[in-house]
T-cell receptor, first 113, second 112 residues
């Protein structure tokens, strides 16, 4: 019940296309859903995050869509660029002291030019 | 600000040896975390701390110990290294539990 399932494991998208990564969870107590971006040889960095009281959040070319009833959330990257090539992790956590993030297994995105 | 730093960056151990990984943050964050990253497994939480002097077990704590004697430092120890502990280790910190986690650059550990 603590798992966050992420798909696909890898994704190849043409430059200018839309990249879509999906995550699903079981624990309805989760109330914070961030996405992290990791470039090779670097630590992950927060990309965008959403709370369950909104269905969508957009920051530039990156959008999180959240479906509370389906217990799913997804990351959309519009106009994908070669510089977006990285590994993306979804995560979830519960707002209580001492509860850490549960990460998905990651999606490796390659944007071809 | 340096953010989150990790020492060392690379290390090779023989089975049975011990070592300590050091994580330091200069952001006055209360929460600190140790993760391991293995191919296809994502980031798995080893131990975490909600404040100075406190630690708690994560998803994969066996074979590791931690200490948080000072707020800015979080140490990860391997008492008797095993090949299964070959991994990339990341430290992270956050101001609040539901806040952004800032990650260090990682330590690549190989156990022969």
């Amino acid at each position: 019940q603590q798992q966050v399932k992420q798909s696909p494991q890898s994704l190849i998208v043409q430059k200018g296309g839309i990249s879509i990564i999906n995550c699903a969870y079981e624990n309805t107590a989760f109330d914070y859903f961030p996405w992290y971006q990791q470039f090779p040889g670097k630590g992950p960095a927060l990309l965008i995050a959403i709370r369950p009281d909104v269905s969508e959040k957009k920051e530039g070319r990156f959008t999180i869509s959240f479906n509370k009833s389906a217990k799913q959330f997804s990351l959309h990257i519009m106009d994908s660029q070669p510089g977006d090539s990285a590994t993306y992790f979804c995560a979830a956590s519960i707002s209580q002291a001492g509860t850490a993030l549960i990460f998905g297994k990651g999606t490796t995105l390659s944007v071809s030019s | 600000n340096a953010g989150v730093t990790q020492t060392p960056k690379f290390r090779v151990l023989k089975t049975g040896q011990s070592m300590t990984l050091l994580c330091a943050q200069d952001m006055n964050h209360e929460y600190m975390y140790w993760y391991r990253q293995d191919p296809g497994m994502g980031l798995r939480l080893i131990h975490y701390s909600v404040g100075e002097g406190t630690t708690a077990k994560g998803e994969v704590p066996d074979g590791y110990n931690v200490s948080r004697l000072k707020k800015q430092n979080f140490l990860l120890g391997l008492e008797s290294a095993a090949p299964s502990q070959t991994s990339v280790y990341f430290c992270a910190s956050s101001l609040i539990v539901r806040g952004e986690q800032f990650f260090g650059p990682g330590t690549r550990l190989t156990v022969l």
